[in-house]
């Protein structure tokens, strides 16, 4: 859930402001050398304002990483649509280990993938589905609002100012240093507008709210 026109999010317990939280990247400051591609495909390019990656023909998956760390919490915002004639696929990574091979820790959050065409967030390197979301469906074409990372142990993907999943899980240090990037799987897919942020957040109240009351009033 979004307020403050957009820059204020709840997730679950944690109050996110990004209008306070300190701007560690921008796409707009981005040379296209800070960007190496790591995996897979080739087929990356880096343009002014956005990053294209695959094909309509494209038969393997690939992945683009800022070749810079991020140390502790990140959160990544930015834009995303599937390009047309393909049909699924916006993935994107953060605090991810690239020292380990094939793949280290960290965390892949998806629109419209794997799973059924659901969102859902993995937990590498096992890649396997840690948490996911039926509800929310990715139409080709369409541009997605994405707010997506971690916050204290609390791993979220946001679309269009909604939190579409949700994932806890304290494993990882908070003083660990890791990689951000974008993916493509069989598909071609376009990435703009990205900022990546320290998070500054603020504790939320959540309470369990009954539907009914019980026996007596109680």
Known sequence: MAAGGDRVFTVIDKRLDLSAS???????????????????????????????GGGPDEPTHGQIFFREPVVGDVVMEFDARIVPPSYHDLVWFWNVDLGEKP???????????????????????RFTPSAIAPSFSTKPGETYHIVSGSIKGSHFVIANGRLVVYLSDSEYPKDRAGYFGFGIYE????????????????????????GTKRAGGK
């Not at 707009?28 to 956005?50: E, H, I, M, N, S």
């Not at 793949?103 to 967030?121: A, F």
């Not at 990205?194 to 939320?204: E, I, Q």
């Open 103 to 125: 793949w280290g820790t960290g965390y892949l959050g998806c629109l419209g993938g794997w799973w059924s065409d659901s969102p859902g967030i993995e937990k590498l390197p």
């Open 187 to 210: 598909s071609m897919a376009e990435y703009s507008n990205l900022t990546v942020y320290r998070p500054r957040w603020t504790s939320a109240h959540c309470r369990y709210e009954p």
């Open 22 to 52: 300190e701007v560690l990247y921008r796409f707009d400051r981005f040379d296209p050398a800070d960007w190496q591609t790591v995996r897979g495909t080739p087929r990356w390019q880096v343009l002014p304002g956005k990053i294209v």
